[in-house]
């Protein structure tokens, strides 16, 4: 996970890589395949989820050999960022991988970011 800001901008970039020889599928229970949430001093400041609706089918994507699959989330605070310290967790809603479940905590990220 890579966090970016930019003014009043926090950009979070999720990439998963496949390093392998084989094309891999990732399956998602919905079409909300991750989520974003920011914490400033322990209260939520934005998460990516809120207030939007996920159709409830199951999405796939395939990554081919060497290949990757990036998720970039924007946040437009409306107001600057500088000197502010967050916490980002980000979370792809990863439900199998190649026909395989998988627990949903393999794939969530903290961090703590000085700004």
Do not use: C, H
Not at 18 to 39: K, M, P
Not at 93 to 113: A, G, H, Q, R, Y
């Amino acid at each position: 996970m890579y966090v970016e800001e930019d003014g009043d901008t926090l950009r979070t970039i999720m990439t998963i890589e496949n390093e392998t020889d084989e094309e891999i599928r990732l399956d998602f229970a919905s079409s909300q395949e991750y989520d974003v949430v920011i914490e400033e001093d322990g209260s939520t400041v934005y998460q990516y989820s809120e207030g939007q609706m996920f159709t409830q089918a199951l999405v796939s994507e395939t990554i081919e050999p060497g290949g990757e699959y990036v998720i970039e989330d924007v946040w437009e605070a409306g107001e600057d960022l500088s000197g502010r310290t967050l916490e980002v967790e980000a979370m792809l809603n990863i439900f199998s991988i190649d026909n395989e479940e998988i627990d949903n905590s393999v794939f969530t990220l903290n961090k703590m970011v000085d700004l």
